[in-house]
């Protein structure tokens, strides 16, 4: 490549490369028969996502090229593509090319992670309605994915780890832009808020929001004839929650993966939102939430 730079000959540079060109293609036909072989011999059609883990600094650049070599683009893209910080899902494509790809960057020392979008759709999810006091043993009362209410008793140390994260509530509405005229506009008009419970002993998920959790029922979060907004509710219900939750990893950068996800329409159709919130129309929320938790729910387990 050294001699490339050097060579002012345009007829060379450019029959070199070509051939590097064609060495390219070909690597790149017979990575694409090896995972032809193996969707062929495993007979899994099933679809997954490919999940980048952030990398910075000094270790970023290094691995770029890596990353440009096993997914087959250039090195300027690659370290475009390899986040700073939260996840980036890369690809989403069947499990075996997935896996194919996942295990090369690992090896190449690349953080990553590959999930089935039917593992997620099949975590249970029970929205929580309030808890009850309780000491040794969490108590709720909660709706299942068919809105049916029910009581559902766990052990706190059955809570491995916490998803938190905000949800924009849109307010559509009129506005005169710079030429005076009236134009629709969209703007955020609040925020809900979420904290997702995980239980893998049981495959489920504890979703509690703020506009969805009923504050007047249940366990005593606060002293009584304090001041009560619904941003104090919320707090008060966390701190109550610290008081019997074990240590465990709180994910919360929800709103870094937002910035990369929102745009995968594809994706986002096949994973359901589990939330009972307003119709809102684009974007979906609701289900770029769930497989924020989904995601971080099945990585945990791998």
């Not at 011999?41 to 890596?66: F, H, M, R």
């Not at 924020?292 to 990585?299: E, I, M």
């Amino acid at each position: 490549m050294q001699l490339l730079r050097s060579t002012n000959n345009l007829k060379i540079l450019a029959q070199a490369r070509e051939g590097m060109q064609r060495l390219q293609d070909i690597k790149q036909a017979e990575t694409q028969q090896v995972i032809t072989q193996a969707k062929f011999q495993s007979g899994n059609t099933e679809i997954g996502v490919l999940v980048l883990e952030p990398v910075s600094g000094e270790t970023k650049t290094q691995v770029a090229d890596k990353f440009a070599q096993i997914m087959h683009i250039d090195p300027y893209t690659a370290i475009s593509v390899i986040p700073n910080k939260g996840w980036r899902i890369y690809r989403s494509a069947g499990m075996e090319e997935l896996q194919f790809y996942g295990k090369q960057l690992k090896n190449a020392g690349i953080p990553c992670f590959w999930v089935n979008l039917s593992d997620i759709r099949n975590i249970t999810v029970f929205q929580v309605c309030y808890f009850t006091e309780s000491v040794n043993q969490g108590n709720v009362v909660c709706r299942n994915a068919l809105n049916q209410i029910g009581i559902l008793n766990f052990d706190w140390a059955e809570v491995e780890q916490r998803v938190l994260g905000l949800i924009p509530i849109f307010e559509e509405g009129l506005d005169f832009n710079i030429r005076g005229k009236l134009e629709r506009t969209t703007k955020i008009e609040n925020y809900i808020h979420f904290c997702d419970l995980h239980l893998p002993s049981r495959s489920c998920i504890l979703r509690i929001y703020d506009h969805g959790y009923e504050f007047q029922q249940g366990a005593i979060l606060a002293p009584l004839n304090t001041q009560s907004t619904m941003k104090i509710n919320w707090n008060n219900l966390l701190e109550w929650l610290e008081k019997y939750l074990p240590p465990g990893r709180v994910w919360s950068e929800f709103a870094i993966f937002t910035e990369t996800i929102l745009g995968e329409t594809e994706v986002l159709h096949k994973i359901p939102s589990n939330m009972y919130l307003f119709d809102q129309e684009k974007p979906k929320w609701d289900p770029v939430f769930h497989l924020y938790s989904g995601l971080a729910f099945k990585r945990n387990m791998s």
